[in-house]
């Protein structure tokens, strides 16, 4: 079975910072393209940053130059660094992942997300 299992998500002050992880198993991570996507309530999802195979990174733009997407593929997980939070980054955080090559290309898999609560 594939599980993406984030964690790290946490209530947080205006202007702290967290680490979000997603811990993948099931697939052969190094193939696959991992994004970040948060949905604030009654919002719709919206993606955060991405990573891909070789490394290439995008950023939203509400949270570029704060966030820092990055990958460890030995350890079959993927980070999320989030610096100068507001209270508009509140939301459930997905992992979200994506293979590349393969009979199974194209093929995606969503975590269940992790709660990011900036307090005002």
């Not at 697939?27 to 696959?32: D, N, Q, V, Y």
């Amino acid at each position: 079975q594939v599980h993406l299992v984030e964690s790290g998500g946490n209530l947080v002050q205006p202007g702290g910072s967290l680490r979000l992880s997603c811990a993948a198993s099931g697939i052969t991570f190094a193939i696959h393209e991992i994004y970040w996507y948060r949905q604030a309530p009654g919002s719709q999802r919206e993606m955060v940053a991405s990573i891909r195979v070789g490394g290439s990174t995008n950023y939203a733009d509400s949270v570029k130059g704060r966030f820092t997407i990055s990958r460890d593929n030995a350890k079959a997980t993927v980070y999320l660094q989030m610096n100068s939070l507001t209270p508009e980054d509140t939301a459930v955080y997905y992992c979200y992942a994506r293979q590349t090559v393969g009979a199974s290309r194209g093929r995606e898999y969503w975590g269940q997300g992790t709660q990011v609560t900036v307090s005002s």
